[in-house]
């Protein structure tokens, strides 16, 4: 249930808490807080920033949620057990995700916005696929562990995914939309949840054939 100190768990059965202090001691008589905000890190709208050696844990929602930012780098942070996806990135582009550590997101581990290539609209930037995003020598373990189809990866338009390790996944190890550069990657125990499913998925051009020979050198490169 609790290993280490500073880890709760709530048995929704039961009603009770459990609570393992970071200084090993009895929670009786000591000052507990709680935070009420939704994500651990938040960005919107912000430009030519390094995030560097920090960690998120618990949250109730996305660990790190970055909207329509620039130039953003994520370099050594650890989102432990997050409510909904490790980390968040939409509207977003020419950021870089270095050495990250996410485990245990309850959706998506690395979620880079998404929706349906036939959408003829362009949609809001909190759901817009964010573009040129490279994620580089990082974890990604044990996501998707509550909800419906959740990957443990979700790239974007763009991008490079090389050198990470993915463990662990009901569903999709990762899932690549357009002109993605994926090399050099280990990914291990997708698919334990889902037969229509893959270590690495790759979108495929619309049905329309025109659409298809525009969007033909969009096709995203695996090696």
Not at 68 to 97: E, F, K, P
Request: proline share 7%; with cysteine.
């Amino acid at each position: 249930m609790l290993d280490s100190p500073g880890e709760w768990f709530h048995d929704p059965q039961t009603g009770q808490l459990y609570i393992w202090a970071p200084n090993g001691q009895s929670p009786q008589g000591q000052r507990v807080e709680v935070s009420s905000l939704p994500h651990g890190i938040v960005g919107r709208d912000v430009f030519n920033v390094e995030v560097d050696n920090i960690q998120v844990q618990d949250t109730a929602s996305d660990g790190v949620s970055l909207v329509g930012t620039q130039r953003i780098t994520l370099r050594q942070v650890s989102v432990l057990r997050a409510g909904r996806r490790g980390i968040a990135m939409a509207g977003s582009s020419d950021n870089a995700i270095v050495e990250a550590n996410v485990d245990g997101s309850a959706a998506d581990g690395i979620w880079l916005g998404y929706w349906s290539t036939f959408t003829p609209d362009k949609p809001p930037a909190r759901i817009r696929r964010s573009q040129n995003v490279d994620v580089t020598d990082s974890r990604i373990l044990n996501s998707g562990t509550r909800g419906y189809a959740q990957a443990a990866v979700r790239l974007g338009e763009g991008g490079r995914f090389a050198n990470n390790l993915v463990q662990n996944t009901p569903y999709l190890g990762v899932f690549a939309p357009l002109n993605n550069v994926i090399e050099r990657n280990v990914i291990l125990n997708s698919c334990s949840g889902y037969e229509d499913c893959g270590g690495i998925y790759v979108a495929q051009p619309p049905d329309d054939p025109a659409k298809a020979a525009q969007a033909s050198p969009s096709t995203p490169v695996t090696r």
